[in-house]
């Protein structure tokens, strides 16, 4: 079983920077990749950034230049590094991470509220 935990997040100010970590720990064969998703009172769950265990990235195009993703493969631990935070910005973030490859297995975090005032 994986486990995945996030932490972060909370209430910022429109510009202001936020910082979100999740951890996977549990048993796992092989991580594919690591990322963050987010939804808002709506709307549909939506791929926010990813990264593999080689560091190739991909970002959602409403983040692209303010938001990055960087991992730390020993630690099982991904961060999100929110800079430049907009009011749409608001919703509950996921960390998502793949385990395995042939048939991957997706295991989510619990959520975490970004909630960025105007």
């Known amino acids: 079983q994986v486990q995945v935990v996030e932490s972060g997040g909370g209430l910022v100010q429109a510009g202001g920077s936020q910082r979100l970590s999740c951890a996977a720990s549990?048993?796992?064969?092989?991580?594919?990749?690591m990322g963050w998703y987010r939804q808002a009172p709506g709307k549909q769950r939506e791929l926010v950034a990813a990264i593999t265990g080689t560091g190739t990235t991909n970002y959602a195009d409403s983040v692209k230049g303010r938001f990055t993703i960087s991992r730390d493969n020993a630690k099982n631990t991904v961060w999100l590094q929110m800079n430049s935070l907009k009011p749409e910005d608001t919703a509950v973030y996921y960390c998502?991470?793949?385990?395995?490859?042939?048939?991957?297995?997706?295991?989510w975090g619990q959520g975490t509220q970004v909630t960025v005032s105007s």
């Open positions: 549990g048993t796992m064969f092989s991580i594919n990749a």
């Open positions: 998502n991470v793949r385990v395995g490859w042939i048939n991957p297995t997706d295991y």
